[in-house]
C-alpha cells in the first residue's frame, strides 16, 4: 500500500508476520527509535540483541504472536507483539518508527494481533501506556481494554495498567458472577 499522507516521507510499507530471519532487523528498528519513542516503548532494554533474538525465537515456538511493519527494502518500520500468550496474563506491545506514526498502522496492526488472540481464545490480554500518550490511549480503548490501576513506567505513576478481556470469557465470567 503507497502511502502518501503529508509526513516526512512517502513510504510503501506492508504488514506482515513476525519471521525467524527477522532478528537483525527488528534489532536495528529498535536501534534506529526516537528518545520520544524509545520512552514510551522500550521492550527489549534498548536495542538488545539477545532478548530480541529470544523473543524471535519465542513467536517461532508459538510461545508469543507478532507481526512487523516493512518498507520496500524490508526495512523493519513496527512492530507489534503479544507476549506469553498461553500465560495468565500476555502482555502486548507495539511501536512505530516515527515516520509510519499518524497513518493507521498501529490501528491495523494492533487489529491483527488482537484478532489473533481471539482466534486462539486468549482470555486476557494486559499492557501498559504512559499517561500523558494520549492516542495511545484512545486506540486501546477502541480495541476494548480498560484502564485498571496506576503503573510505575519510568517514573512512579506516570503509566496506567490495563486489560482486555474476550468477549466469551467475559461472559463465562458473568455467568459465573465473578
Not at 532478528?23 to 527509535?33: I, K, Q
Not at 524509545?38 to 515456538?61: K, L, S, T
Not at 488472540?117 to 476494548?144: E, I, Q
Request: proline fraction near 3%.
Amino acid at each position: 500500500m503507497k502511502d502518501t499522507s503529508p509526513h516526512a516521507e512517502p513510504l510503501f510499507l506492508s504488514q506482515r508476520r513476525l519471521t525467524a530471519g527477522d532478528t537483525e532487523a527488528l534489532v536495528r528498528f529498535y536501534e534506529g527509535l526516537s528518545p520520544s519513542a524509545v520512552y514510551a516503548f522500550d521492550p527489549f532494554g534498548g536495542a538488545n540483541r539477545e532478548a530480541i533474538a529470544q523473543h524471535v525465537e519465542g513467536v517461532a515456538q508459538g510461545r508469543h504472536t507478532a507481526c512487523v511493519l516493512v518498507d520496500e527494502q524490508e526495512a523493519i518500520r513496527g512492530h507489534a507483539f503479544i507476549l506469553n500468550v498461553h500465560e495468565e496474563a500476555p502482555v502486548f506491545g507495539i511501536g512505530l518508527h516515527d515516520a509510519a506514526q499518524g497513518r493507521g498502522w498501529g490501528r491495523r496492526m494492533m487489529a491483527e494481533i488482537i484478532a489473533e488472540a481471539d482466534r486462539m481464545g486468549v482470555p486476557l490480554v494486559t499492557l501498559t501506556v504512559c499517561k500523558s500518550n494520549h492516542r495511545a490511549r484512545a486506540l486501546y480503548r477502541s480495541f476494548g481494554f480498560r484502564e485498571v490501576r496506576d503503573h510505575r513506567g519510568r517514573e512512579e505513576n506516570d503509566s496506567l495498567y490495563c486489560e482486555r478481556r474476550l468477549q466469551h470469557a467475559v461472559r463465562r465470567e458473568a455467568a459465573r458472577g465473578v
